[in-house]
């Protein structure tokens, strides 16, 4: 049972040759995969996307003003998103989504082989 006070390990392991994964917490597997490089041709209609246009400009309803984190995550809490403190990336944001800023948050994993 998940909880604020009880941190919840996970362990990944790849295969490098076929790219299959797990995610186990504890003995139990949670989630199996495989990872992959796509080949070029994934990409080949990018550069036909139209990129958002970006404005400074006040559209009256202040969607182009910054939001502060605090301010992101009280709006998100009111519409039910309650996101603990680890999971809080947003440092600043935009009302319209358009532009944003985030922290870089790392984490290091240490795997071990027995075999």
Same mark, same amino acid.
Do not use: H
């Given at each position: ?10 362990? =990944?392991? =790849? ?13 139990? =597997? ?44 009280? /709006? ?14 947003? =440092? /600043? ?23």
């Amino acid at each position: 049972m998940l909880s604020e006070k009880n941190e919840v390990k996970f362990t =990944i392991n =790849i295969l490098e040759k076929t790219g299959d994964f797990t995610i186990s917490e504890g003995s139990s =597997i949670v989630s199996t995969g495989r990872v992959y490089i796509p080949e070029d041709k994934v990409l080949e209609m990018q550069d036909k996307l139209e990129a958002p246009v970006l404005s400074d400009e006040n559209d009256g309803e202040n969607m182009n003003e910054l939001l502060t984190s605090k301010e992101i995550y009280k /709006e998100l809490r009111i519409r039910g998103y309650d996101y603990g403190p680890k999971f809080q990336g947003l =440092i /600043e944001a935009r009302g319209d989504g358009q532009r944003g800023s985030i922290k870089r948050i790392f984490f290091l994993l240490y795997f071990l082989d027995n075999n």
